[in-house]
Every structure is written in C-alpha cells, then in structure tokens.
C-alpha cells in the first residue's frame, strides 16, 4: 500500500489522495514525497488532465514530518551526516518546487496545470508547506481543526519551503508569529491571516471547481512574477531593516540565545530575502540542515516529540491490563487544587463529585470552572450550551455518599497524614470494590499513606502541578504494594485530560520536586554566598530556566519552603546538609517574606502583585560580594544541582524510563528546553566532561555535586544515558 493514491476523473481532474494505511493522522516520509512527486510527474504529463487536486483521506490534511524519518536519513549518511540530511531536504523542495511550477513554459509562465489543496481539516508543520506550493487552498470550516507550522516548538523551523513562502507571501513581520511563536489559527482565522484562500464546507468539489477555471496568471505564484517586492519590505529597505532589527531583538530576548534553530530561521529569512526564490530555498535547507545537525534540536525532537508522544500514547502502561477509562471521579478538596483537577475532568466529559467539609467551600470549588468557562466564551472559545454541560457533569457536596459508583478517586486534601488517613478510611466506607483512591500529595511517601487503606494494591498517587489546567505534566507514583491496574487506572485517565504521564517509584519528593527543591536551595545558597541576586537569577534565564530560583520560590512560597526544610531535616538527620540554605529561609519567614502571595518575598511587589526588583533588605543582610563569580559557574551550579539528581532518581530505581526523566523535568518545572531535559544534557556534554566537571564543582562548592556512581562509570565506558538506557538500547 501507497501514502498517496491517484484518481483522475472524467471531469479531467486528479484527485491525489493522501492516506498513510494504520495511521490516525497523515505524516510525510521522503519515501512518501518521491512517490507524490511521481504522480505529479504523470498528472502533468497526461493531456487528459486539465487540473490536480491533492487532499486527504482522513478527517485531517497531515500532523507534519516523520520526524524520525529525519534521524534515519542522519543515520544513514554515515560520516557525512550533513550532506544526506541537506540531499533529502533538497530532494523535498523538489518535488515541492515542481507542484509549484506545475509543467509551466519557464519563459512564457504559460501552459502550466492549476494545482489545488483541498483540505478536510488539521494541516501541520509539512501539512501547510504542501498546500503553501500549491496555487490555492481550500479548506473546511470545522472551528477544530488547527492551520500552522508548529516546528520552532520542537527545537526546529519549517525547513520544507514554509519558511520561505510564507515570508514571500505574508512579509517577515505578519510571518513571523506563525514561524518564531508556532502559532496555530481555526481555518477562519488562518484565512484572514492568509494562510489558506477559501473556507468552504466541500474543499475538494471547491477545489475541482477552481483547477478547471483557472488560467495561466492565477497559478504564477508572486514570487516567480517579474518586479515581485516583498510585502513589508526587504532588509535593504528603510522598512524592511526595521523589521529585521526588531525581529533578531526580540528572538534575543526571548531565546536568551540558547535555541538554535529560532537564530536560524531567522538567518534563513534574512539571507532569503536578498536572493531568488531557488537560491532562497537552498539558504533554507542549508539553515535547516545546521539546525538538524546541532544536539540541542535532536535532544528537543526526541524529548518533546518523539518520547513524549510516546508516553502520551501509553509508553509504559503495564501489559494485559483492560481499558480503564474513567467515567466518575470523586475529588476530595475543593481548594486550588482540586478545583483545578475538577475542571480538566469535567473538560474531559468525566463525572465529578467535588467534596469539601463545607458546602460553602464545595461550591466555591466548582465555581472556578465556571469562571474559566466565562473566561472562555469572552475569548469565543466556548459557547453557553458547553458551559452549561461542563457545569452540569459536577456535583458539589459535603455528602460522603455522592461517591457511590466512582471508579477513581482523587484525594487533594491538606498536607497532614492525619487528615488524609481519615479521609481515605471515609472514603472506602463508601466506594465499590474496584475503586482506584490516588492521592494527589507533592512530598508526603505514597506507601506510608497506603497504611490508611484497605486496599493498598489499588492505592497509587497522582501528582498535579499547578495550575492543573495550565501544567502539561502529571506524576504518576507507585506505592511499594501498587498494582498494576492502579497504574493503568491513572494512565489512561492522565490521557482523558490530554496531559502527559510519567510514573515513578516512591521515595521522598518523588522525582519532579527532587530535582527542583536543589535548584531553588542552589539559588538561595549563592544569595548567603554573596553572588549578586541578578547574576543568580538572570545566569538561570540565560542558560534556559523559566524562571530564576528565587522567584520561583517566592511563586510558590517561602514558608512552604521552610515547611519542607524542616520536614527534610527530621527524616534525614545527620545527613541533611542543606543548614546554609535554611538560615536565608527561616530569616525571610521571620522577617514575613512569604514571597508572591504576601506581596513579600525575594522580590518587592507593589499593591497589584507586580515585581518591582529585588527587596533591598536582601542586600543588607547578605551583601553582595566585590568579587562575583563567573557565569558558566553559576549556570553550571543551577544546572548540575538538577541533572544529578535526576541521575541518582535513575540509580535509586525512582525512575523507571529515562525518557520520562527528560520529559518530566521540561514539562514539569521547564528544565532548559533546548538541552531536551537533564539525561540529554549530560549526554550532550558527554559523560567524560560531565564527571570532569562534577569534580571540579565538589572541589569548589561541595559534596552535593559529587559524581554519582553510575555517570561515573559511564565516563570510564564513555556511554550515553539514551546510548546504554533507551528502550530500543534494552531491546539490543
């Protein structure tokens, strides 16, 4: 069977079909280009045919590239990587390329075929670079579908000819939200962007109608017309080299300069602009294939495409285990968080049963979704009659009852043993036999909140980020008597909520909040150094971070802080060493420095919460030493602190898979992108260099960064996390 199949009709249109067999949505692979091309070669060969459309044969156009088609024509390059990779993109421009030209006289731009891109709905990424080569696009109406080039998002650009034809066609600055950002439009808004031509209920009869009408000058794309200018002007023009200025300023300050193929695209459309078309696609391909060849957008690809679809898709669900989606939920708490689980269940049309001590309370819960649903129909994102049946699938209650024929649920009470353990053993007076209980806790050990249950096989927890409704990631812990169904009972409700899952064994902090709370400790540690606030907070931003170390603390609270330092302390006694970082926290607590929610913190705030620069009072307890350090030190400190303890989660069997390692720490607390989590980071570095380095960093600042035994050993076999741990490395 063929990706592309080829009709041609007695109305003398071909109909080329897209339709990649035991695949939900279309992807592109060079195989799938070469044979499309072909039959663009006999369509435009044949005298029978008067015009070509090309659409597809599911609900959508096409997701985008086969990205691991790419790591394939990488590996297959052999010692020249870079030229089979720019052989293969040149092969697609091709083909693209001769779609465009449609057998058209060179000289004359007479006697060429109209090709038309009919489109029944989503069109990604290589699914919009195939209709931007086409003379016009047609598409339907359906407010669902979604019209973009997401690729900047996975550390690439669109390298198949969307990059230079959409600049060309739009003008570098109305471009430049759909290449630099990876904005996605609904086909109204794409048509009034000019992305696509027509909005029409039946793309492919729109279609056929336009090929057989259209002339000679309607399929001569702009760029091949003689005296074409580029819209907004090109970066030799006044207006043109203010955009350009702007753009490369604004891709600095938001890429800090850490995302290579953001600089690239950028280079792409630069250079582009001062050359013909086919030499500018050559610039683009040559940018693309730099990009592809850099580690950063492997690791990104792997990280946020490849391994978290993966997991998305139930990666690591236990074998054997029926379908265990869930059609009631009981949320027990109806605070901040579970309020938020609340909603992206109801979203998910899940029933709800949202509990709290008091009614006031409940309903309070329940009315943050219908604030969010408000917030929604204000952005014409939600209509009435979806509010109405969002609100309609939760009750709010007191009532213990209500929870008769849950099949999961999710406890978000207090951080207290105490009341949790009441609460499960009310719930369990009260659930079915076959009820999943996952508690939602960030540090409190699942096994030991297990002792509450009577059933601690089907006791597992579930850790939501906050806000629930925004974070992508939800942390998944097996207690040490966890089952197996308990497991797939949480997965496949994470994937009801379209999040991303990653489950890990239980130990103290779990594995997100292990490889943060070092961070923040990190950052609070160098401020009782004297490392200036700005060099701490702004190395971190440079180097990647979302967010500095001490406004993430101040985010989420200075006495939360201080609570798990002390928490810490009495478990590990002799062992915790972490007294340099508590005497900072428990002097910001004393001094009622809570951080954001006081409006006092590491940060001043003025009335409306906003940060107005460091507090002064810093300063003047620890100041600032004459002598800073240098920067690589300090980002090396913020990011060596997280990366080993990723790497002793690996050893201590916290984790599991390394790839959720990688796509927990982005997803969950925004681990450098662009380094595709902390695994890929030190294998980016390379083992060799990175215990080099974690001597060095023992050396200077102390046994926290001491090499663990296992990257150790990798330095002296000179392996990689994903060379020795993948799953097809295990397979091997």
């Keep these: 069977m063929t990706d592309f199949t080829m009709?041609?009709?007695?109305?003398?249109?071909?109909?080329?079909?897209?339709?990649?067999?035991?695949k939900t949505m279309n992807v592109l692979s060079i195989d799938a280009a070469l044979h499309l091309e072909t039959l663009i070669d006999d369509a435009l060969a044949d005298d029978a045919v008067k015009g070509i459309v090309i659409t597809s044969g599911k609900d959508s156009f096409a997701a985008g590239m086969d990205l691991n088609v790419i790591a394939k024509?990488?590996?297959?390059?052999?010692?020249?990587?870079?030229?089979g990779l720019f052989d293969g993109i040149m092969s697609l421009h091709k083909a693209l390329r001769k779609i465009e030209l449609a057998g058209m006289d060179p000289k004359t731009q007479k006697g060429g075929k109209p090709i038309a891109a009919a489109l029944p709905g989503t069109a990604l990424g290589i699914g919009l670079e195939l209709p931007l080569a086409c003379h016009r696009i047609f598409v339907t109406p359906d407010p669902k579908a979604k019209i973009g080039l997401p690729e900047i998002m996975v550390g690439i650009f669109p390298g198949a000819g969307g990059t230079t034809r959409l600049v060309r066609k739009m003008g570098a600055m109305a471009a430049s939200p759909f290449l630099l950002e990876g904005k996605l439009s609904d086909p109204l808004k794409a048509k009034a962007a000019g992305l696509v031509d027509e909005v029409v209920a039946d793309p492919v009869a729109a279609a056929k109608e336009w090929v057989l009408q259209a002339g000679d000058a309607d399929i001569v794309k702009p760029w091949d017309q003689k005296g074409y200018k580029m819209p907004g002007g090109a970066p030799y023009h006044p207006a043109g080299f203010m955009t350009f200025v702007g753009a490369s300023a604004m891709v600095h300050g938001k890429t800090k300069g850490v995302y290579p193929a953001a600089k690239a695209l950028l280079s792409a459309v630069y250079e582009g602009a001062l050359v013909p078309f086919d030499t500018a696609l050559k610039i683009e391909a040559r940018w693309f294939t730099n990009v592809l060849m850099n580690?950063?957008?492997?690791?990104?690809?792997?990280?946020?495409?490849?391994?978290?679809?993966?997991?998305?898709?139930?990666a690591v669900r236990p074998q054997g285990i029926d379908d265990q989606s869930v059609k009631k939920v009981g949320v027990l708490g109806a605070g901040m968080m579970g309020a938020g689980i609340s909603l992206v269940s109801a979203l998910a049309g899940i029933e709800v049963v949202l509990i709290d001590q008091k009614q006031e309370a409940a309903d309070k819960g329940k009315a943050y979704t219908e604030a969010y649903l408000d917030q929604g129909i204000k952005k014409k994102k939600v209509d009435e009659a979806k509010k109405e049946r969002v609100l309609g699938l939760i009750t709010a209650t007191t009532d213990y009852a209500a929870l008769e024929g849950c099949d999961l649920i999710i406890e978000a009470v207090f951080e207290d043993p105490k009341i949790k353990a009441e609460v499960t053993a009310k719930v369990e007076a009260v659930i079915g036999e076959d009820c999943i209980f996952a508690t939602n806790t960030s540090t409190l050990p699942i096994s030991d909140l297990a002792k509450a249950s009577q059933r601690p096989a089907q006791f597992i927890g579930i850790h939501f980020f906050s806000p629930v409704e925004k974070m992508a990631l939800v942390e998944i812990i097996?207690?040490?008597?966890?089952?197996?169904?308990?497991?797939?009972?949480?997965l496949d409700y994470v994937r009801q909520i379209r999040k991303t899952p990653i489950v890990v064994n239980d130990a103290r902090f779990f594995y997100a909040n292990r490889c943060i709370i070092p961070y923040i400790n990190e950052g609070i540690r160098m401020v009782s150094e004297g490392v200036a606030p700005a060099l701490i907070e702004n190395a971190a931003k440079m180097v990647g971070m979302p967010l500095g170390p001490l406004q993430l603390v101040d985010e989420t609270s200075i006495d939360l802080g201080a609570k798990i330092a002390r928490a810490t302390k009495a478990a590990m006694?002799?062992?915790?060493?972490?007294?340099?970082?508590?005497?900072?926290?428990?002097?910001?607590?004393?001094?009622?420095?809570?951080?954001?929610?006081?409006n006092a913190g590491f940060y001043s705030y003025d009335e409306k919460g906003k940060r107005q620069g460091f507090w002064e009072g810093l300063a003047a307890k620890y100041a600032v030493a004459e002598t800073q350090p240098e920067l690589a030190?300090?980002?090396?400190?913020?990011?060596?602190?997280?990366?080993l303890e990723a790497v002793r989660a690996l050893e201590d069997g916290v984790l599991m898979d390394i790839r959720e390692g990688d796509v927990g720490a982005i997803l969950g607390w925004g681990f450098a992108p662009w380094s595709g989590g902390p695994l890929s980071w030190l294998d980016i570095?390379?083992?060799?260099?990175?215990?080099?380095?974690?001597?060095?960093?023992?050396?200077?600042?102390?046994?926290?960064?001491?090499?663990?035994?296992?990257?150790?050993?990798?330095?002296?076999?000179?392996?990689?996390f994903y060379g020795r741990f993948a799953p097809e490395a295990a397979a091997a």
Excluded at 73 to 83: L, Y
Excluded at 574 to 597: H, N, P, S, T
């Design 73 to 83: 024509m990488k590996a297959e390059a052999g010692d020249n990587a870079a030229q």
């Design 685 to 720: 570095l390379g083992a060799p260099y990175a215990a080099e380095r974690c001597d060095q960093l023992t050396e200077a600042f102390g046994e926290r960064f001491a090499c663990p035994a296992l990257l150790s050993e990798m330095a002296e076999k000179n392996q990689s």
């Design 7 to 22: 009709d041609k009709g007695a109305d003398g249109v071909a109909l080329i079909t897209w339709d990649c067999p035991g």
């Design 633 to 643: 030190d300090v980002q090396h400190r913020l990011l060596f602190a997280q990366a």
């Design 573 to 598: 006694g002799d062992a915790y060493a972490d007294e340099a970082v508590d005497e900072v926290i428990f002097w910001m607590e004393g001094e009622g420095r809570l951080g954001r929610k006081a």
């Design 478 to 490: 097996k207690g040490q008597e966890t089952g197996d169904r308990a497991v797939a009972k949480a």
């Design 295 to 314: 580690p950063s957008s492997s690791a990104m690809i792997r990280s946020l495409f490849i391994n978290k679809g993966a997991l998305e898709k139930g």
